[in-house]
């Protein structure tokens, strides 16, 4: 038997960030036939399965819908094709898949910001070398332009390409930080 439970609070499998769902909300319940039940937990503003408030248990179809708060799930397309509780004996279990207040998934481990100074002093003192922490492409591009233009202007056209470098630097490294 696999348990799903879903509310706000972290250690749900399911995490959904609405003002409207308890931190223990409700469970979905894989039976060892593969059948699928929902058990809302006595929540304030419910569980709604295909526009209707569950009391106690439900059986789930296929096609059913659940809205949870103001935030809904088509809960095959989350949960997927049965799957056996021994598939997890081994191995760690899931990461909870975590859904804002618009509808959309997102990811419970949030990468690590890059450092706008770091990004700076690196292309400060490397140039397009060091643009390869902000940018990959920035650095590519610089480094193919600085072997072409360096040597061609006796090196003066690193005046150019050394402040270019630390401004596309700073471009990447916030547009990273900002999930661009």
Not at 146 to 165: D, E, Q
Request: net charge positive; glycine share 10%; with cysteine.
């Amino acid at each position: 038997m696999q348990v799903i439970t879903i509310g706000r609070n972290p250690n749900n499998e399911v995490v959904i960030n609405d003002i409207k769902v308890s931190r223990n909300h409700c469970q979905i319940i894989q039976d060892e036939r593969g059948n699928f039940r929902m058990a809302d937990f006595g929540s304030r503003n419910g569980t709604f399965v295909n526009g209707r408030r569950v009391s106690g248990e439900i059986y789930l179809n296929p096609t059913d819908s659940i809205r949870i708060g103001n935030t809904t799930l088509p809960w095959r397309g989350y949960f997927g094709a049965p799957v056996h509780q021994s598939a997890y004996a081994s191995s760690p279990p899931p990461p909870p898949i975590v859904i804002n207040n618009n509808n959309n998934i997102v990811n419970p481990y949030p990468r690590s910001r890059k450092s706008m100074g770091a990004a700076l002093l690196l292309t400060f003192f490397f140039g397009p070398l060091g643009l390869f922490y902000a940018s990959i492409t920035g650095g590519v591009i610089m480094t193919i332009l600085s072997i072409i233009v360096l040597p061609l202007t006796l090196f003066a056209g690193s005046v150019g390409v050394w402040p270019i470098c630390m401004i596309w630097a700073a471009i990447s490294v916030n547009d990273y930080n900002n999930g661009n």
